[in-house]
């Protein structure tokens, strides 16, 4: 359980991570194509969905962060029983958020949606998709836990089997249900809902048998009921707090995004939504070996071995690198290949160039700024990783809304935003972790 920064434990941690987070990210961007092909509204409709589904996994992705950097301490500490005394206390906080935001979504969405959106249509399929897919968020909060825990001990492997599962229930049912083949109900944007909801599921059920096959219920005391720990409760709160206020302010960012590009256009925001859905895909690998560091930095700390921290992160983001730089040139030199798989229009794809190369660079600059900010919330010092995220974000709006509202310069100007944002993280991130204030903190 004692992590060790070679490269070889860092790519062997971080690439069953990647193949995981290329099987999520195909929820989205399946439902993407396949709504492409339905129509321009439902396309645009499921733009809107996301962001508000998004916003609701904020205290959800507070409390998994939270549960993974304390099983990460432990982890380096070689504490078994603690391990799973602290998954146990996550997975309970994390079940009852998710059913406590079932009620919030069905009473205030559709509300929120008709105020803010011009286009009715748009505001009435976003809500035929959350009203089912909403329900998915017990099952996903139960697969983030577990997820936790693997990526907290390093034992990432598991994962690639929850993913695939997940993403080809999802397609298949995609497939079906939007469409009615196969003999089933033409459903549109409701079926995609389904085939999300079936999948977290499904899900679900492989990660439960999994820790129950390989003994790890036992090792760890897993899904133990009794000794409720208010005291470590209150750590795990004060800790996920912050990060679901990161959480938070990250999704409302692409949330207000959406609702600044729609007053453009129902085409423009369905270029949009090709676009993010793009570099939704290129973060992927940036977004796993960030997972990897937050994790293995409180491992290290917990290890004491902190002389071994900039290593780690050096080593990491050249590992990033050699995966995400190889994708971005074929991106940038054939965009219309990668747009043409999302729409079968080629004016819309063509429109959205700009903005695939606007987010190629951003993704560039994720690389150094997602790796420190990472280093940053695995010290467990979350207040300023969410000084951090709030500055970025609020730089990347301020220049979205001068840009749409005030300009006529097209969406690949206004997603520059996204490299203004990232330079903003880096700076302060790294600036922040090399000051080591963050040794005050003791969990």
């Known amino acids: 359980m004692r992590f060790r920064p ?12 990647i193949l995981a987070g290329i099987s999520e990210t195909v929820i989205d961007v399946t439902d993407t194509i396949f709504l492409a092909h339905y129509g321009t509204a439902e396309l645009a409709a499921i733009g809107v969905a996301d962001s508000v589904y998004g916003l609701s996994l904020f205290l959800i992705i507070g409390g998994v962060e939270a549960t993974q950097i304390l099983i990460g301490r432990r982890s380096g500490e070689a504490r078994a029983l603690q391990i799973g005394q602290m998954f146990n206390h996550g997975l309970a906080l994390l079940v009852l958020v998710s059913l406590a935001m079932i009620p919030v979504i069905l009473g205030a969405v559709p509300g929120a949606l008709d105020y803010l959106l011009t286009a009715p249509r748009i505001a009435a399929d976003a809500f035929t998709y959350l009203r089912v897919a909403v329900f998915a968020l017990v099952f996903q909060a139960f ?6 825990f693997f990526i907290g001990i390093s034992r990432t492997r598991v994962l690639i089997a929850a993913a695939v599962i997940l993403s080809a229930t999802n397609i298949v049912l995609d497939w079906l249900l939007i469409f009615g083949n196969g003999g089933f109900p033409e459903l549109g944007i409701s079926g995609a809902a389904r085939a999300t909801l079936t ?5 679900s059920v492989f990660l439960l048998g999994y820790v129950l096959l390989r003994g790890y219920v036992a090792r760890f005391g897993l899904f133990r009921a009794g000794g409720w720990d208010f005291r470590l409760a209150g750590k795990l709160a004060l800790i996920g707090l912050p990060v679901s206020l990161n959480a938070l302010v990250d999704m409302a960012k692409w949330f207000v995004l959406i609702v600044i590009i729609e007053r453009l256009g129902e085409r423009t925001l369905a270029s949009a939504n090709i676009v993010l859905s793009c570099y939704a895909l290129f973060l992927i690998p940036v977004d796993n070996f960030s997972e990897t560091i937050c994790s293995m930095v409180s491992n290290l700390i917990g290890q004491n071995h902190l002389h071994k921290l900039h290593l780690l992160l050096g080593r990491t983001m050249r590992l990033a690198y050699a995966v995400i730089l190889p994708v971005l040139v074929l991106a940038v030199l054939f965009p219309r290949p990668l747009l043409g798989l999302f729409t079968p229009d080629a004016a819309l794809a063509a429109s959205s160039v700009g903005g695939l190369l606007a987010v190629a660079l951003a993704t560039v600059l994720a690389v150094p700024g997602d790796t420190w900010f990472s280093a940053v919330l695995g010290t467990g010092d979350t207040r300023v990783s969410f000084a951090i995220q709030l500055g970025a974000t609020i730089v990347a709006l301020l220049w979205a809304w001068l840009i749409a509202w005030h300009t006529a310069l097209g969406l690949g100007i206004i997603l520059l935003g996204e490299v203004l944002a990232w330079l903003v993280c880096l700076t302060a991130s790294a ?13």
């Open 199 to 203: 999948a977290e599921i499904a899900t």
């Open 143 to 148: 697969n983030l836990a577990l997820s936790a």
């Open 6 to 17: 070679t490269y070889g434990n860092i790519w062997g941690v971080t690439w069953p991570l």
């Open 431 to 443: 600036w922040w972790f090399r000051g080591r204030r963050w040794l005050r903190l003791a969990l």
